[in-house]
């Protein structure tokens, strides 16, 4: 069973930062991209980066600059470095994974973290 983790969330004031992380557990054959979303109440979810097997790395335009996003390819480890957090940043994120489960070459499938609460406080 493959499973994605995330932690960091927490309390933070404007102008702080924050580090999100994301493991990703079980049966992995390989991975093959790996994001992180965040969700607002009453919002849809939203990309916020994204890091594909090709190395390329998308942001959202309104995290471009104060957000960075890495991973730990020994550790299958995701993080989210995000600086200069404003209330706009309030959000539920998400980490997910494009892979391909067990411990030999099969279809790809999509798995989410349960989410960690980022409050931006002024």
């Known amino acids: 069973q493959v499973q994605l983790a995330e932690s960091g969330g927490g309390l933070v004031q404007a102008g702080g930062s924050l580090r999100l992380s994301c493991v990703a557990s079980?049966?992995?054959?390989?991975?093959?991209?790996m994001g992180w979303y965040r969700q607002a109440p009453e919002m849809q979810r939203e990309l916020v980066a994204r890091i594909t097997s090709g190395g390329s790395t998308d942001y959202a335009d309104s995290v471009k600059g104060r957000f960075t996003m890495f991973i730990d390819n020994a550790k299958n480890t995701a993080y989210l470095e995000m600086n200069s957090l404003n209330a706009e940043d309030t959000a539920v994120y998400y980490c997910n994974a494009i892979l391909i489960p067990g411990n030999k070459l099969g279809p790809s499938r999509s798995y989410w973290g349960q989410g960690t609460q980022v409050t931006v406080s002024s």
């Open positions: 079980g049966r992995i054959f390989s991975i093959s991209s």
